[in-house]
């Protein structure tokens, strides 16, 4: 029952996301795709204790910089990853051929993340002085939409830079997606999914109307 609170969240939103495309995605991509959000949730780890290690013996816990703890381990680091999996593997697959798989391959590289992610927190539940139940029940109505959600964005801005050559969009998206991690982390959790899931709601509908312009 732990294993499958663990891992059925993000599977669930993979599968709605991925139903939302009129033209779906090859399903080897989508599942390479959700590996390789797996894969950089590694390196993810490393390089947030290393950040967190180093921003911790740098800089005073009461200086103004501490936003800095809260905004690289975990979004600046996460977000980054996230993003490289859309810019050097989905976005050079034949399949990538319209905006619509901006954001179902960025919100299933971002869920194949938050899979593997939910492992830590569920099964070292009482570090956090809490049950497994209850940490799995948090992170699957707030954290896994929060990093889907980002996955979102991420994939939409890449899109719209790549379709519509705005070299801009290409920026815009990391920016967007590491300030609602921050927020996120910072401590406004329900506020920042409601705000996220209303965004990717407008973001969906407006590419699903283009979507139903072609035949």
Known sequence: M????????????????????KFPE???????????????????????????????????????????KTLIPGPVIEELLKYFI?????????AFDEPMDGLVYGSTAAL???????????????????SWQDVAWVRAFLTIPMHGSTGVILGFFLSYYYFYKKQIFFYIGPLIAILIHFLYNFGYFEIMVIISLI?????????????????
């Open 112 to 130: 194949g993340f938050a899979m593997i992610e939910n492992f830590q927190y569920v099964y070292n539940a009482s570090d956090f002085n809490s």
């Open 26 to 68: 090859p399903k080897k991509y989508i599942i390479i795709t959700f590996i390789l959000g797996i894969i950089v949730a590694f390196p993810a780890g490393y390089l947030n204790v290393f950040a967190e290690n180093y921003l911790n013996e740098t800089i005073d816990n009461k200086s103004p910089y501490l936003f800095l």
């Open 2 to 21: 732990q294993f499958l609170a663990t891992i059925i969240p993000a599977i669930v939103l993979v599968y709605i996301f991925y139903t939302f495309d």
């Open 199 to 215: 965004i990717i709601f407008f973001m969906f509908r407006h590419l699903r109307k283009k979507q139903n312009f072609i035949n």
């Open 86 to 94: 859309l810019v050097f593997y989905c976005l050079r697959l034949s």
